[in-house]
């Protein structure tokens, strides 16, 4: 599965041929963009999946998958710092919303669900995390501002200037390179570890009403291997460019000021060991099934179920960085007991007309599923703001009852 979304604009906005120039669009963008825009970018890959059903109250599950995650924001004030420039007398551009969190993380996972009673299910996964690559960067702060000063000279300065950007995974050793075998050494328990909970429930309100949660990554990684931090500190303000130097060494003017900037903000170098803590995902949902019962159990209410589905389903990610909300509705239909589709409409931060699908085909023991996302957009995609897909495939097989 893959996602990847920017809530600023698409990259049609910024390339359209339209008949206007690519300055013009550029304007257009820069106009729009809100007081702080954020990016999203997620992948995973599962390389083995296996559950078990014990009895009919106990279920084991365990596995392993390959998954990126990363999460950024981009304040206003540094895209009109890039546009304009610091054009704007007493206008504070800050730093303060600017923050990335980045990770390339093998998760192995074991997990177990009990049937507690005939309306409740609870389960929990327990799982360690072998991260490769981590990018941290959520405590930044500062501002540029420029105000104008005596004998109509620009001051600007510098305050508050505090930045900490971490990494662990970057910086090889002498000898390393960044290949397969790298990559695969730090994902399968070589690289840095952690540890994470997902708990989750399934509670039947009510014959044909259903209703589920749960909570997913709830851990942390601690990044001890391959660690480079850099911590920037300090105040520096400059009363526009007094060129009093000697023209026959000029060079030692900009000495000067490239001395007294390093003696004012302090950039430091860090090898200390740090915790990342992982974007967690918050999901609820509630449904009504009903029409034709049908003796089947992928629908996993009861042994009597049915062959359609209606309900809404709220996601969250909370991360050091960013937290965002989506709200779904969904309709599902099941055609025979080997065909069913679903239709969703979402509306999350990057569109409020992202309708998709998803489709499960079962042909003996072999069970393929696909979902796709923003299918509006499918005939320009690079018009939307987000797009995201599932394949997947499952072999299910059945023993005595």
């Known amino acids: ?11 049609y906005e910024l390339f359209a041929d339209d008949g206007s120039d690519i300055n013009s669009n550029l304007k257009r963008v820069v106009d729009n963009f809100g007081r702080t825009e954020f990016f999203s970018v997620s992948q995973q890959l599962e390389v083995i999946n296996i559950g078990y059903r014990v009895s009919n109250y106990d279920y084991l599950s365990f596995g392993y998958y390959e998954t990126i995650e990363s999460i950024g924001k981009i304040p206003r004030d540094l895209v009109d710092l890039y546009y304009d420039g610091n054009t704007v007398m007493d ?98 328990l070589g690289g840095n570890l952690g540890l994470g909970l997902d708990l ?48 026959n060494s000029p060079e030692d003017y900009w000495e000067s000021l490239s001395e007294e900037f390093e003696e004012e903000i302090i950039s430091e170098e860090l090898t200390d060991s740090y915790l990342s803590i ?11 099934s009903f029409g034709q019962s049908m003796d089947d159990c992928r629908f996993l209410i009861d042994p009597d179920l049915y062959n359609n589905k209606i ?13 965002y909300l989506a709200a779904t509705v969904f309709y599902e239909k099941r055609f025979t007991p080997f065909l069913q589709a679903k239709l969703t409409y979402t509306i999350d931060p990057f569109s409020f ?42 072999l299910i097989f059945n023993g005595k009852k």
């Not at 599965?1 to 990259?11: K, L, V």
């Open 311 to 323: 309900g809404a389903h709220l996601f969250s990610l909370v991360s050091p960085v960013h937290t």
């Open 91 to 188: 206008r504070k551009y800050s730093i303060d919303k600017l923050g990335l969190q980045a990770d390339f993380t093998g998760v192995f996972h074991i997990g177990y669900s009990k049937k507690v009673r005939e309306n409740l299910q609870l389960g929990a996964r327990l799982k360690l995390y072998s991260g490769a690559i981590n990018i941290t960067a959520t405590r930044n702060k500062g501002y540029l501002l420029t105000q104008l000063g005596t004998n109509n000279i620009y001051e600007q300065r510098l305050d508050d200037v505090n930045i900490l950007a971490r990494s662990s995974g970057l910086y090889l050793k002498p000898g390393e390179e960044a290949d397969f075998d790298y990559f695969r050494s730090k994902l399968l």
């Open 353 to 394: 007309s992202n309708f998709g699908c998803g489709l499960s085909l079962q042909t003996g023991p072999l069970n393929l599923y696909f979902t796709a996302e923003n299918l509006l957009r499918l005939n320009n995609i690079y018009n939307s703001k987000h797009t995201g897909f599932t394949l997947g495939m499952n």
């Open 278 to 288: 992982r974007p967690i995902k918050l999901n609820a949902s509630i449904s009504y």
């Open 200 to 247: 989750g429930f399934t509670y039947k309100l009510k014959e044909q009403w259903l209703m589920t949660g749960s909570i997913l990554d709830l851990g942390f990684v601690n990044n001890s291997s391959d660690v480079r931090s850099r911590k920037v500190l300090g105040d520096f303000q400059i009363d526009g460019f007094q060129f009093y130097f000697d023209p």
């Open 1 to 11: 599965s893959a996602n990847a979304g920017f809530s600023g604009f698409s990259i």
